[in-house]
């Protein structure tokens, strides 16, 4: 009897009913656990759900979502904003096109919520603009789709998608401040962005500048020059030693004493620098921890090769290192964005500053609960697409990895 | 295929880690296109020894001559030596963020300046050389380790060194993978290259070798033929260090 059986692998039957069972009733200790966290969970929902829909005025929110999202930008010169908003969606709409993956999620959510938007009662031209917007990325996305399957399109279009997102910050910034004397773009004093605007541009400069400061300082720290190092020691030690609040004080008010009579800088300029230099003394900070894990193996095969020390760093530890560190960068990054409401103490008035604002007005006395919320809201919302790319990224990046 | 004029000169080579005095006078010549095995002990200075003749290791008295430039601090002839020797480490050191065929252009691209297409057709060359052409767009981490060291091999050999060394190319490789990684070494070496190999793989040693070395305590215990080595080891170290390894 030549019996050969293969036996099959047991089966495991995971359905929702035995999950629940298994992680949620058992032991009786657990099932006990479940029920008085769903009793607290259903009370606090429906309290809120309760409230949101039948008892808070979110007119608060709708009458103000003009300061809400750009604070005090000439109304007349608005469509200025709507334009630089159009260029990143076509942007968006463009790399979801040609590289697929997390951009095209992204560019997706965007269409979603401009789409939604537009649904809201608003004015028609702003339902315009959002139309528009989508527009842009619907066609982004199909001129993206159109060239990415050929190479020869493809090219081109990649690198002037790229060339695009290098270009969106200065042209970003001459579109939003314009040039005095002129007629098509007056100057808007950099004072009267507030909002949302505000608090987006403060975090993009900042974590824009700081990124490749810090990475400097990184490299300064461990450099074999000892005047290199010790300043890069000094920087950074100083300015982990010292508060967000106080570089911004220092940024504010002290540094426009050092300058020479009649040069005067921005405030809204001001408040970057201060950002920049403290946020890359942390990005310094990171860096040097994912130099440190790089085994001095890589180095020595490096050398052994004939690269030089410039080229051992940017072609072999660095690549590693930065892909190490991705994790803590963007949690430092994410910080930083949420770090901006603190320009209050300069007088300017970003998301949370327009927020206050609006509620010292007597029409919309005892309406912080509405006000708070939303801003958490778009915080949050903002806070979670950057730790999600992060994730993605890392994904992404770790082709090959050990 | 030994030829007559000698690459590396080494005279009174002398290193401290520290207090720890690692080399002890080393003195050696070896010929163009000669195979040198170095066997001894952990901590013999073996390893230390052929990573002073890259300058990996700086060595602070005597004096190390590499086809007829001296080591000093002096950084252009650091870099002329390095590009001129090729080194395979034991736990292989490829870069895990490129891929087999961009770990062994990198060199090329941007120490020799060669054009990316040419580098990389050189690349593949190599790659065929070594055995495994069907590799080259995969990371060092998919690749089993005898592979690993094999693209390290390739990459060394792509900077078209007159010297190979190799520092126990085979000690972290699972049994089955090292004869594969001996393979390409043995025909590296019927190529004509010149060759120092540290290493324990004492069939090899016997069958490539055209001199064997014993290290102890940091300084050349003797050196001879293989054959003499093996069948008539004339110091007393020597013979137990050889018992010991040949017996199991």
Partial sequence: MAVSRTLEPPKVRVGPGEWVRKNLLSPWYNALLTVIGLWILYEVGRGLAVWALTQARWDVITDNIRLFLVGQFPPGQIWRVWLSLLFSSLLFGLGGGLWGGTIRQFACALGVAFFLLALLPASWATRGWLIGNLAAILLGYGTGVWGQGNPQRSRPLRYATIGGWLLLFPVLVMLLSGFSGTQVLPRVEAGLWGGLLLTFLLSLVSIVLSFPLGVLLALGRRSALPAVRLFSVLYIELIRGVPLVTVLFMADIMLPLFLPEGLRIDRVVRAMAGFTLFSAAYVAENVRGGLQAIPEGQIEAARALGLNGFQTTFLIVLPQALRLVIPANVGQFISLFKDTSLVAIMGLLELLGIGKAVLANPAYMGLQREVYLFVALIYGVFSYAMSYASRRLEIALGVGER | ?248
Avoid at chain 2, 42 to 70: A, C, M, P, Y
Avoid at chain 2, 212 to 240: L, Q, Y
């Fill in chain 2, 1 to 248: 295929m030994v030829g007559s004029e000698d690459i590396i000169i080494c005279e009174d080579v002398h290193k401290w880690f520290g207090d720890f005095h690692v080399l002890r006078g080393v003195t050696l010549t070896i010929k163009r296109g000669e195979v040198v095995v170095i066997c001894g002990p952990s901590g013999s200075g073996k390893s230390t020894f052929i990573r002073t003749i890259n300058r990996l290791e700086t060595h602070q008295r005597g004096r190390i001559i590499v086809d007829g430039i001296e080591l000093t601090d002096d950084v252009r002839n650091i870099a002329a030596i390095r590009s001129e020797i090729g080194m395979v480490f034991q736990q292989f050191n490829l870069f895990p963020h490129l891929t087999a065929l961009q770990n062994i252009t990198l060199a090329p691209i941007w120490v020799r300046r060669w054009p990316k297409e040419e580098a990389e057709r050189v690349a593949r060359e190599l790659l065929e050389r070594v055995g495994i052409p069907e590799q080259a767009d995969k990371y060092p981490a998919q690749l089993s380790g005898g592979q690993q060291q094999r693209v390290a091999i390739a990459r060394a050999l792509a900077m078209q060194p007159k010297i190979m060394l190799f520092d126990e190319p085979t000690s972290a490789l699972d049994p089955e993978m090292i004869k594969e990684v001996l393979d390409v070494m043995r025909d590296l070496a019927r190529s004509g290259m010149t060759m120092i190999v540290v290493t324990h793989e004492m069939g090899f040693a016997k069958e490539v070798a055209d001199r064997i070395f014993f290290f102890a305590d940091g300084n050349i215990v003797e050196g001879n033929t293989p054959e003499e080595f093996f069948s008539n080891p004339k110091e007393e170290r020597t013979r137990r260090f050889l018992s010991q390894i040949l017996v199991h």
